[in-house]
Structures are given as structure tokens and as C-alpha cells.
């Protein structure tokens, strides 16, 4: 079955890789699974056709035969669980793979978003300026606790794996700040994940879509 997947007909981020369907597209290249794209154009988020897919109108979603799933954690939970290539054969690393993942999003992502939101939705708020840097303290916290449990590692538990994916997803949406810079281990870290041969496939192909 064709899998397919939903992407921003023209992405807010102009194709930098920060929008949530090139987290799902590095997964399938990583798993080695043939995929094709509907892109979407913003106001046809909110449309009855993409909410069947989608409840709260966002992207990306992925249909798979009678399967249709939303929310990148999920998909690529969904992918890594069906195809090898994203999760250990051991139990117990593969649990602790997951568990990886939650943090990524749940520990992770969260003020990194505060922070993109601070900026850019809130930022003519007269709230805004004093708040920057409450956030901002809050991500360095947080990498902070990261970067001495990834110590001198490659990946956070071994091979690479479905968590590095994700952790380094979310990472990348904090560089844009500078404050990447000052762990020099995450840094690297990154780096490694975008040098990996499927996300430069995953990266060229979303760009291509925004370079047109």
C-alpha cells in the first residue's frame, strides 16, 4: 500500500526543515519505505476534507490503506514499530528508544516553542520583552540536563535510533536562537543527525517543494 503523507504547500519556515513533516519524511528514508506527498495549501487546512485526517487542521498526517494517523510523534512511532531501521531489536533498548522520543516532545520541545512563540506571535505584546528571557532560561535549562546526559556520546543510548530522530528534529527548531551554540555537544549532535545520507534526502525533498 502507498503510504502518503501531508506537507505545507509553502512552508512558514521557506523550506528550512523546522515544519513537522520532514521529521516523517527522515523516518521513512531512515526505514527505507517509498512515500508520495499531498501538499496543502494553508487555508485548506481548516477544510472539511483535511480535517477528516486532521481534527485540529494541522500537518502532517499519513494514510496508509484504511490507516490514517496524525500527530509526527505518532507517525513516526507508527513507522519505526512496523519497519526496521529506528528501533532497536532489544527490549529494553528499544524501550528506552521511546522513551527518548516522549522526552523529546514533552521535556524538549515545549519551551522551545514558547520561545517561537514569544517571538514571533506575541512579539508586538507589551509582555513580550520581559518574557524573552524567562523562556529563554527555561531552554537553557533544559538543554543544560540534555547535554550532560549525551556527555562525549554519538546518540543518547547507543545506535542511532527513532528518539535521536526526534530529539534532533526538535533541536533543530532552537538553533535559529543562537542558544544551541552554547552546548557544544548538542551542537555536534545535530550536526551528526543532518549528516546522516535520509535526512539530507528528507531535507532536499521538502525544499525542493518551497523552492519552486
Not at 509553502?10 to 523516518?27: C, H, I, N, Q
Not at 529506528?86 to 522526552?103: E, G, S, Y
Not at 528518539?163 to 551542537?187: K, Q, W
Amino acid at each position: 500500500m502507498t503510504i502518503t503523507i501531508t506537507a505545507f504547500e509553502r512552508s512558514p519556515d521557506g523550506g528550512k526543515g523546522l515544519a513537522r513533516d520532514t521529521r516523517v519524511r527522515w523516518a521513512l528514508e531512515e526505514a527505507g519505505q517509498p512515500y508520495e506527498v499531498r501538499l496543502v495549501p494553508h487555508q485548506a487546512m481548516k477544510e472539511p476534507e483535511h480535517l477528516r485526517l486532521h481534527p485540529f487542521g494541522q500537518i502532517p498526517t499519513y494514510e496508509e490503506g484504511d490507516l490514517v494517523l496524525f500527530e509526527s510523534g505518532a507517525i513516526i512511532f507508527h513507522i519505526a514499530s512496523h519497519h526496521a531501521g529506528l528501533l532497536p531489536d532489544d527490549a529494553n533498548a528499544r524501550a528506552r528508544a521511546i522513551t527518548w522520543m516522549f522526552a523529546a516532545l514533552n521535556s524538549v520541545e515545549p519551551p522551545i516553542l514558547e520561545l517561537v512563540i514569544v517571538r514571533f506571535v506575541e512579539g508586538d505584546k507589551p509582555w513580550s520583552k520581559e518574557r524573552l528571557p524567562l523562556v529563554a532560561d527555561r531552554i537553557r535549562h533544559r538543554l543544560g540536563q540534555l547535554s550532560v546526559r549525551l556527555g562525549d556520546a554519538d546518540w543518547l543510548d547507543g545506535a542511532f535510533s527513532a528518539g535521536d530522530l526526534m530529539m534532533v528534529s526538535v533541536l533543530l527548531r532552537v538553533r535559529p536562537s543562537g542558544i544551541l551554540d552554547e552546548f557544544p555537544n548538542l551542537a555536534a549532535y545535530v550536526a551528526r543527525g543532518e549528516a546522516r545520507p535520509a535526512y539530507k534526502r528528507a531535507f532536499a525533498a521538502q525544499l525542493a517543494v518551497n523552492a519552486c
